[in-house]
Nanobody, 130 residues
Framework: QVQLVESGGGSVQAGGSLRLSCSAS????????LAWFRQAPGKEREGVAV????????TYADSVSGRFTVSQDSAKNTVYLQMNSLKPGDTAMYYC???????????????????????WGQGTQVTVSS
């Protein structure tokens, strides 16, 4: 079991920055994948970034690459999503999600789809005004 709590959302003007936090408790280790998703009103939930704890690697959606950065504070069991150069199109509820890495043969990897994640936080709202 993993419990996730997001925080850090808020309202900013376009071009501004926010840092979201996802604090995890419960069973997590180097095989844990943690992903950020977002859902805008009337739209499907979409992936933003996927962090693989073991190798410490992150993949980003094209829409946020170069503007968003994931980092980790292992001592606090917290993963951050630093969001810079925010655009009105980034307005959404942001969720963190976690699960164990999957295996492709003997190679572990983190999925990028909703169904790849069993544990979800409650979400934090980000609103970007023009």
């Amino acid at each position: 079991q993993v419990q996730l709590v997001e925080s850090g959302g808020g309202s900013v003007q376009a071009g501004g920055s926010l840092r979201l936090s996802c604090s995890a408790s419960g069973n997590s280790n180097s095989r844990t994948c943690l992903a950020w998703f977002r859902q805008a009103p009337g739209k499907e939930r979409e992936g933003v970034a996927v962090f693989f704890a073991g190798p410490g690697t992150t993949t980003y959606a094209d829409s946020v690459s170069g503007r968003f950065t994931v980092s980790q504070d292992s001592a606090k069991n917290t993963v951050y999503l630093q969001m810079n150069s925010l655009k009105p199109g980034d307005t959404a509820m942001y969720y963190c999600a976690a699960d164990r890495a999957r295996l492709s043969g003997f190679r572990p990897y983190c999925g990028s789809d909703l169904v790849d994640y069993q544990y979800w936080g409650q979400g934090t709202q980000v609103t970007v005004s023009s």
